[in-house]
């Protein structure tokens, strides 16, 4: 029989043989893994940095921390572990003035975060409206759903679950809460269906994927989080340094991209000025043309893996911290 146990323990790093081609790690490097989560990709880089590398690993999660326990136990680098947000956590290196070799995300929910059931992130199993990384925060999935009204929520469910459904949806959770409370997964999840059309239950994956999705972001303040840490994770680089993120949805990509994008950009005067007057130079170099997506077979073994992206940049000799 799997137990709960068996269930966290299990992970499987998304895009690993990619991600660490794209970083390249190389010896005595110095490394900072921003969200450590089961630790997948830490174990291969402390792996490659070696005896005389030192891999930072960020989490706010205790159950990351744990993992991490472990993992410097048996790894062959000098380790450190920030219990701390990764925005937090980066900007806490800057300030003691770290210089990473080579910088990485994995964003979104980790897998034994989705596994723990009682924490709440999945419409899979019924447990409490929970959903926080951190459990010593104060805000929960619980507190949303029964406490914002219904414009916040349908702001939050259109613009970070890109649910077309999002006011349909608001309405009938403030309906049903009026009555009583909703503090179970699967009690929002009827609350949802009761809200959608039965044609559109049927396409495009589960119906409350998009509400749950939207709904974990605004707890766990994921976007803001990761604007914010984008340009501390560019700081803490050193020049040559390599920053990659895997991403899980397109929110998250496009302020991945972007932020690539601006930091290899060079000059932005208008193209009829034949000299330019702005004097910018590219900050850094894209490490691919595009997104690199898990393979079909990847996908095949690890379903958790089919919306993933991963993009990185290098830090250019001679740009600015």
Same mark, same amino acid.
């Given at each position: ?80 572990? &920030? /219990? ?5 956590? #980066? %900007? *806490? !290196? ?5 210089? @990473? ?113 939207? &709904? /974990? ?5 994921? #976007? %803001? *989080? !990761? ?5 501390? @994770? ?88």
């Amino acid at each position: 029989m799997t137990t709960l146990l068996d269930m966290v323990s299990v992970h499987i790093p998304v895009l690993a043989g990619e991600l660490i081609e794209l970083l390249d790690p190389q010896p005595g490097a110095v490394a900072v893994d921003c969200t450590l989560g089961g630790g997948g990709h830490a174990r291969l880089v402390a792996d490659r940095i070696g005896p005389a590398g030192t891999l930072i690993a960020i989490d706010r999660d205790p159950i990351a921390e744990e993992r991490f326990a472990e993992l410097a136990a048996e790894v062959p680098c000098a380790t450190r572990f &920030i /219990r701390a947000d990764f925005a937090s956590g #980066l %900007e *806490q !290196l800057c300030e003691e003035g770290v210089r @990473a070799d080579l910088l990485y995300m994995d964003l979104g929910m980790s897998s034994m975060q989705v596994d723990t059931w009682a924490r709440g992130f999945s419409y899979a199993y019924d447990a409490p409206l929970d959903m926080r990384m951190d459990p010593d925060q104060e805000t929960t999935a619980a507190d949303v759903v029964n406490g914002w009204d219904e414009r916040q929520l349908t702001r939050v469910l259109r613009e970070y679950g890109e649910e077309r459904y999002a006011g349909r949806i608001a309405r009938a959770i403030v309906r049903t809460r009026r009555s009583e409370p909703i503090e179970t997964t699967h009690a929002l999840v009827d609350v949802i269906k009761s809200a959608i059309p039965t044609p559109a239950q049927f396409a495009g994956g589960h119906p409350a994927k998009r509400t749950f999705q939207a &709904i /974990r972001i605004a707890v766990n303040e994921e #976007l %803001e *989080q !990761l604007e914010r840490a984008l340009p501390l @994770a560019w700081d803490v680089l050193a020049p040559g340094g390599r920053l990659a993120a895997i991403s899980f949805h397109s929110l998250e990509d496009r302020r991945v991209k972007r932020f690539l994008a601006e930091r290899a950009r060079g000059c932005i005067c208008p193209p009829d000025l034949p000299v330019c007057a702005c004097g910018r130079t590219p900050e850094g170099e894209l490490l691919s043309r595009r997104a690199i997506a898990p393979t079909p077979g990847e996908v095949a073994h690890n379903p958790r893996a089919k919306s993933a992206h991963l993009r990185g940049a290098r830090k250019l000799e001679g740009a600015a911290r």
